[in-house]
């Protein structure tokens, strides 16, 4: 079994930044993608941004103002979310498409959601 668990989400001014982190946590596993979604209320679910082998994706709205890392090592994925804007607001959930070793299955989790809100 596997846990996402993310932090650092809350409230900021329009222009303000914020660093959302996710810990991937278990045992036996390993870690093919990852990568952030959000929902803003009375909306579906879209991605954010997306890493996998080195590789990056963003939606169209957040180019050159946020950025996902991850380190391989402590299994945590980063979103630094900068210029943000009133409609970044949204909960914002951490996905990873995570690999058994023991049978090279793959399975998709999600976090719990943390809430960010641009307003002044």
């Known amino acids: 079994q596997v846990q996402l668990v993310e932090s650092g989400g809350g409230l900021v001014q329009p222009g303000g930044s914020l660093r959302l982190s996710c810990l991937a946590s278990?045992?036996?596993?390993?870690?093919?993608?990852m990568g952030w979604y959000r929902q803003a209320p009375g909306k579906q679910r879209e991605l954010v941004a997306f890493?996998?082998?080195?590789?990056?994706a963003y939606a169209d709205s957040v180019k050159g103002r946020f950025t996902i890392s991850r380190d391989n090592a402590k299994n945590t994925v980063y979103l630094q979310l900068n210029s943000l804007k009133p409609e970044d607001t949204a909960v914002y959930y951490c996905?990873?498409?995570?690999?058994?070793?023991?049978?090279?299955?793959?399975?998709?989790?999600w976090g719990q959601g943390t809430q960010v809100t641009v307003s002044s």
């Open positions: 996905y990873a498409r995570i690999i058994a070793i023991a049978t090279r299955s793959e399975y998709d989790y």
């Open positions: 278990g045992s036996s596993f390993s870690i093919d993608a």
């Open positions: 890493t996998r082998g080195g590789n990056t």
